[in-house]
């Protein structure tokens, strides 16, 4: 029992961002890295908040990083890599601290209406004679800001994890959250070393640990559970550079009292929600009369639909008329083209004549990444 409610202690103080009886900053959303490490891990850092150092190569409301890769990663490009940045206000200076959101464009859509305020004729002509690039071709970091890269006077796990190479070989000593085994997904590769490889972490940035078992006088910590994460460690070791990896091979490992560790931050505004989806086109139109029986109405939409949505949402019915009974509701049967954002309804029998027919889409249709669909109603008359 006492190991029971030891446990579910723990586990609420890791949910709560506590350790030591006192509130600790909670890590960050961003996260702190390199620019190599952003382009050979695209997949990993697509649409998150990264914060890099680095050399602005041209000035003005954007600018390009040049990026340095290594000759393995190189040789499976057919072009080198390129990453631009889209200021959030002109900076005043060329080399710093870049804050912002990475996308790599080929894994959008250019009508993506997240974007809708970036303009990205000037780089796709640049560098794709204005096609749309493929995933892994064209990177940008968007609403970007640029601070003063800060040196602490002692190397800290930030400062190392920013600028690894000025730091390799070299030993160190750092405090940070045992992340276990990776368990939050920190970091965009696995070490491998041994079992005992586990993530350290502190504000915005994560390293890996890897040489000695994370135990100790008063913890013996498993990388495999979450319930052990969120104690604080010191590690004393060697940093190494493999790649775009960085790690820990550590010689000390001691529990150590909590710190505060967040990051400066610079307001970075987040890329708009997509809009939600509206229709654009309907055959027949609005209104329209003398319409076929057989007729299929055709419904197109801005943006792309899930289909499942429309099951049981889609309706048709006689508008009363001034005189006579109301013939009974057609049946109808519709189906979702995703190749042109259309959907397609179709009759079940002739409409009848000289009837007005009012198709509905009801509440609850949304687009794929969850946008619902305002109630929509199209009405046109038929013919003989």
């Not at 870049?98 to 250019?110: N, P």
């Not at 690894?164 to 070989?169: E, L, R």
């Not at 309706?315 to 189906?335: D, F, Q, S």
Request: aromatic letters at 8%; a neutral charge; one cysteine or more.
């Amino acid at each position: 029992m006492l190991r029971s409610r030891t446990s579910a202690i723990a586990a609420c103080v890791v949910f709560a961002g506590l350790a030591g009886g006192s509130m600790l900053a909670q890590p960050s959303n961003r996260i702190a890295t390199t620019p190599e490490a952003l382009v050979t891990s695209a997949l990993f850092f697509h649409g998150k908040r990264v914060a890099v150092r680095g050399k602005v190569l041209e000035a003005g409301d954007q600018g390009r990083l040049e990026i340095p890769v290594d000759e393995a990663v190189a040789a499976k490009r057919q072009t080198p890599p390129q990453l631009f940045i889209f200021w959030r206000e002109r900076p005043t200076r060329s080399d710093g601290e870049i804050r912002g959101e990475f996308w790599d464009l080929g894994r959008v859509t250019r009508d993506d209406g997240r974007f809708a305020t970036y303009d990205f004729t000037r780089i796709l002509e640049a560098t794709t004679n204005g096609r749309w690039p493929a995933r892994d071709e064209i990177y940008v970091i968007l609403g970007a800001s640029i601070m003063d890269p800060a040196v602490p006077a002692a190397p800290s796990l930030r400062a190392i994890v920013l600028d690894p190479n000025t730091y390799n070989n070299r030993e160190v000593n750092l405090s940070g959250r045992f992340r276990g085994r990776n368990l939050y997904g920190d970091l965009p590769t696995p070490l491998n070393k041994s079992k005992w490889d586990f993530v350290l972490q502190s504000a915005d940035a994560s390293i890996w640990v890897s040489g000695l078992r994370p135990r100790g006088k008063g913890f013996d910590l498993d990388p495999g559970a979450r319930v052990d994460t969120g104690r604080w460690l010191n590690v004393g070791g060697i940093i190494h550079v493999e790649g775009n990896t960085v790690w820990i091979e550590a010689k000390l490992l001691e529990q150590t009292a909590p710190v505060s560790d967040a990051p400066v931050e610079v307001e970075v505004p987040v890329v708009p929600k997509e809009p939600p989806p509206t229709v654009i086109f309907s055959a027949p139109v609005p209104d329209d009369t003398g319409v076929d029986r057989s007729t299929t109405v055709r419904i197109q939409f801005s943006r792309d639909m899930d289909p499942k949505s429309f099951k049981d949402r889609v309706r048709a019915v006689y508008v009363p008329p001034a005189k006579g009974e109301t013939p009974a509701p057609p049946v109808v049967a519709a189906r979702y083209n995703p190749g042109n954002r259309a959907l397609e309804i179709k009759f079940t029998a002739p409409l009848e004549r000289f009837q007005t027919v009012k198709v509905e889409l009801l509440e609850g249709i949304t687009s794929t990444t969850g946008e619902p669909l305002q109630p929509w109603t199209l009405t046109f008359s038929v013919g003989s």
